[in-house]
């Protein structure tokens, strides 16, 4: 059977099905940290700022770890098959601080692991980032070359269990994997307290940088000293938004006739990468395939990237059923490496962002540097990963991605909203319409009602596409996406889009 969810709820839930949940705010309250997000960042910040003595508050728009970090590979590893690109723009210092760094990471979530015995199927395994075509062979050489600059162990031979046919690789070896959700939902548990208060369905509605901050949410106001915005892209207009291409790429996963060994693999096709990974359930043995990376909003036809992944499921393994797949966002910077720190505009407010497909293991890094900088403590890592390091040159290439923006804007088809042209939306489908002279986004579901909300993103205006394959509106200038009808599902956008109508009849 296949089990489609439109978002945040990949393979892992399956198997996490015994955690708690938690109430959402009910009243106004007060705290030293607010932490807003409740994913592997949020979590880990929670355990480091208790750990210096901080009372906080954690609040989520959904629930403890169902966002990015429930929708992740559930790979944690040093070497990110980016350390090359990270060494065009910085010196040898560059590669060995973000090895060094995310090595300390691990072993957070290691310690963690250990502290709390958390059942989160926590496995060492390889790590492999290979080709089987010859063209790619240079690419990987490269990549082992800069991993090794590094100081990260690295070779270019395989263990002999290792499934693949293959040109070149890169081998490095005791990274680690597990079910990421039911790490952050059992670290939730054990760092929950009077002192440290989860509050899940709690959405934040604005931020005010004041001393205290003045945090509204649909459960009332929170004033806190400080706020850290662990929510994968910062909610509100931030300089970085300008700095960071956000991408979707799509998971598969599938019971194969044939077994293959734990591992990380990656495997490099041309601009293609696949990330592939075993997970072992009392179900059986089920194969992860991440990949078909497409910029937010920039393509209607999504369904053909699941479509994409299940043929390379089909021609590289022996499948038996195909079982799940999702959707995952991810921010990548400009210059490869994350901002994490005090947001440059403001006093009190904290951001974590640009982990690009990479979360887990830069989101405990984040928790580990930000609580430090909040507990006034030196971090050796937080100037390298300081929000504010970007000149305005450096991201020239993503100030042009901008600009393609707008150009595609000004090219998007938009079907004038006669009662002919809303008639003729099928059911399932999306379309952005001009109605009564705005542009509109109407999507009829399949018991034939039309929901048709402005299709202007609350961000900062963008136009809102289509996206068939996770039935969302999603925006292509920040990664703002939305339900149909109109709820913020994630992103930068505060608001939700401003409902239009719902149209419970087929005779429009
Ligand atoms: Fe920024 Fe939509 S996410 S305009």
Redesign the pocket.
């Known amino acids: 059977m296949l089990h489609t969810y439109t978002s945040g709820s990949a393979i892992w839930s399956a198997f996490a099905k015994d955690s708690r949940s938690y109430e959402p705010l009910s009243k106004d309250s007060e705290t030293d940290v607010l932490i807003i997000g409740a994913g592997i960042t949020g979590i880990s910040l929670a355990y480091t700022l208790r750990k210096h003595g901080y009372d906080v508050i954690i609040v989520d728009s959904g629930e403890v770890g169902m966002g990015t970090t429930g929708s992740s590979t559930g790979n944690l590893y040093v070497p990110n098959a980016k350390f090359q690109k990270i060494l065009s723009g910085h010196d040898r210092k560059g590669v060995e601080v973000v090895a060094s760094s995310r090595a300390a990471a691990l072993g957070f979530i290691e310690d963690r692991i250990n502290e709390f015995s958390i059942d989160c199927d926590f496995v060492k395994v390889p790590w492999y980032y290979f080709t089987g075509r010859k063209k790619d062979i240079k690419e990987i050489e490269k990549e082992r070359e800069a991993i090794n600059l590094s100081g990260v162990k690295v070779t270019g031979t395989a263990a002999a269990d290792f499934p693949f046919e293959a040109q070149s690789l890169a081998y490095v070896g005791a990274q680690a994997q597990f079910n990421p959700l039911k790490y952050v939902r059992k670290l939730a548990e054990s760092v929950r307290d009077q002192h440290c208060r989860i509050y899940e369905k709690t959405k934040v509605t604005s931020i005010r940088d004041y001393d205290p901050c003045y945090v509204e949410t649909t459960g009332g106001v929170i004033k806190a000293k400080k706020v850290v915005q662990a929510t994968h892209s910062p909610k509100g207009i931030y300089a970085v938004?300008a700095m960071m291409e956000v991408y979707r790429e799509y998971a598969v996963a599938a019971k194969l006739k044939e077994d293959i060994p734990a591992g990380i693999y990656w495997a490099l096709e041309g601009n293609e990468k696949y990330s592939i990974r075993t997970y072992d359930t009392p179900e059986g043995k089920y194969l992860i395939v991440l990949g078909d990376s497409k910029k937010v909003g920039h393509s209607q036809e999504t369904w053909q990237s699941f479509q994409k992944l299940e043929n390379y499921l089909k021609i590289v393994f022996n499948v038996d059923e195909m079982s799940w797949l999702w959707g995952a966002q991810n921010y990548s910077p400009s210059d490869y490496i994350p901002f994490i720190g005090k947001s440059p505009m403001e006093d009190n407010i904290y951001i974590a962002t640009g982990f690009a497909a990479d979360g887990l293991v830069y989101g405990t890094l984040a928790a580990m540097i930000i609580s430090d900088m909040i507990a006034m403590k030196g971090n050796p890592w937080s100037e390298f990963y300081n929000p504010a390091r970007l000149k305005p040159v450096t991201s020239a290439k993503t100030l042009q991605e901008n600009a393609d923006v707008t150009a595609h804007l000004i090219k998007e088809y938009i079907f004038k909203g006669s009662e002919e042209e809303l008639a003729g939306i099928g059911k399932g489908e999306g379309r952005i319409v001009e109605f009564n002279r705005e542009k509109a986004a109407a999507f009829r579901d399949n018991d034939d009602h039309l929901h048709v909300v402005s299709a202007k993103?609350t961000?900062?205006?963008?136009i809102v596409h289509w996206n068939d394959a996770e039935k969302s509106w999603d925006?292509p200038?920040?990664?703002?996406r939305f339900t149909i009808d109109g709820e913020v599902i994630e992103?930068?956008?505060f608001g939700n889009l401003e409902k239009y109508w719902r149209k419970d009849s087929r005779n429009i």
């Open positions: 938004h993103c961000h900062m205006g963008c925006c200038c920040h990664g703002s992103g930068p956008a």
